[in-house]
């Protein structure tokens, strides 16, 4: 039984760029959450989709935007991408109560 | 929002030794985990415990909701444990995870 999956696993932009991350969930969950984790300190909650639609949303500016497909995968974008958007992105996926985690998506912006 | 404060924030073990990380939460909590991040960045769940104690091999962890802390308990140390160690609650119900400052632990051969 696969877990989460995350892609690609690291990645190299040049600041005013932008990024797409992409996420398929663990086989039967079918909630997305998406994390930010700079370097030291712990993840920081982006957003969270549930039925293709965005439920709850942390407190990150209009840059960074999602997308939940049919088969419950995916996306996080990020627009304009600054020098402090440099860190781990995370997602995790849940059906009830407990997060699995991928292994994350190492972002540096130049 | 709900605060989540970890402790201690370092910790240096000699192999064999045994620990205890503790989490206190600032409000009632609805779900609460127990993760530990190794050093690729991984985030393991190791626990699931909103409530009550749980023991998996050298691992175990305690939750005390009414009194808004939680207690992971390492035994018997490995190399193989270190890391961080987090603990995350959802104060709403909504499976919004909040994270603490992680304590992150060493251990020596």
Sequence with gaps: DAGVTQSPTHLIKTRGQQVTLRCSPKSGHDTVSWYQQALGQGPQFIFQYYEEEERQRGNFPDRFSGHQFPNYSSELNVNALLLGDSALYLCASSRTAGYTFGSGTRLTVV | ?109
């Design chain 2, 1 to 109: 929002g709900i605060q989540v404060e970890q402790s201690p924030p370092d910790l240096i073990l000699q192999e064999g030794a045994n620990s205890t990380l503790r989490c206190n939460f600032s409000d009632s909590v609805n779900n609460l985990q127990w993760f530990h991040q190794n050093p690729w960045g991984q985030l393991i769940n190791l626990f699931y415990i909103p409530s009550g104690t749980k023991q998996n091999g050298r691992l175990s962890a305690t939750t005390v909701a009414t009194e808004r802390y939680s207690l992971l308990y390492i035994s018997s140390s490995q190399t193989t444990d270190s890391g961080v160690y987090f603990c995350a609650v959802d104060g709403s119900g909504t499976y919004k995870y909040i994270f603490g400052t992680g304590t992150r632990l060493k251990v020596l051969a």
